[in-house]
Structures are given as structure tokens and as C-alpha cells.
Nanobody
Framework: QVQLVESGGGLVQAGGSMRLSCAVSGRAVSSTAMGWFRQAPGKEREFVAFITRSSVNTYAESVKGRFTISRDNAKNTVYLQMNSLKPEDTAVYLC????????????????????WGQGTQVTVSS
């Protein structure tokens, strides 16, 4: 059974940094494509970042240049480093495992993922 547990969220001032972790069990992250999403109150869940099995990354335009997705195979953990945070980055952040056979053009869709963590709250104050 695949389980994902996010951690590292909290309260930070605008302009600050934070690193989120997604600890995975039941699946090796080295052979798993994974994504980070976020959901603000009253809004739909939106794509943030993605990492392929060969460590090719892609990002939403709103976070490009500020966020970095990475993984540590030894710790079986995926990270999201967030710099230059803005109040509009406030949301619950969730990691997820991509379903097999999903094309590149669909990696931004929540339906393309079959395992999700419970999320971690990130609040950025102005």
C-alpha cells in the first residue's frame, strides 16, 4: 500500500522560504513520477510542480523561478523548496503519485494521480 505524508508547513512572512517534505512508503521514489499541488480555501486544487523518474522537472508559471522540486532516493522523500513566498502562495500543499501511462500533457490534472497525502498547511503573511 502506498502512503504519502507531507510535513514542513507553517507560518512564514512574505519573502521568506520554506521546504516541504513528502515521505513515501510502499513505492520507491526513484522509480516514481510525482507532483505537488495546492488548494486554497474556496478554490480548486491546482498544479504546482512535477518530477519525472529521470528527474526532469516542470512548474506552474506562478511558481517558476521560486519553487524547486527534488527528491532524496535514500530517504524515499520528495521535497518542495519554496523561496520568495507571497501571500497568494497560502494553501494546503499536497504531494501525489502519478498514475502509470499518463501523457506529459496531463500531468497538471488531479485525475492523473492515484495516491495523495493528507496535505500540509502553508500560510504566508504580508
Amino acid at each position: 500500500q502506498v502512503q504519502l505524508v507531507e510535513s514542513g508547513g507553517g507560518l512564514v512572512q512574505a519573502g521568506g522560504s520554506m521546504r516541504l517534505s513528502c515521505a513515501v512508503s510502499g513505492r520507491a521514489v526513484s522509480s516514481t513520477a510525482m507532483g505537488w499541488f495546492r488548494q486554497a480555501p474556496g478554490k480548486e486544487r491546482e498544479f504546482v510542480a512535477f518530477i519525472t523518474r529521470s528527474s526532469v522537472n516542470t512548474y506552474a508559471e506562478s511558481v517558476k523561478g521560486r519553487f524547486t522540486i527534488s527528491r532524496d532516493n535514500a530517504k524515499n522523500t520528495v521535497y518542495l523548496q519554496m523561496n520568495s513566498l507571497k501571500p497568494e502562495d497560502t494553501a494546503v500543499y499536497l504531494c501525489a503519485v502519478l498514475r502509470m501511462g499518463i501523457p506529459w500533457g496531463s500531468i497538471g490534472r488531479t485525475s492523473s494521480y492515484d495516491y495523495w497525502g493528507q496535505g500540509t498547511q502553508v500560510t504566508v503573511s504580508s
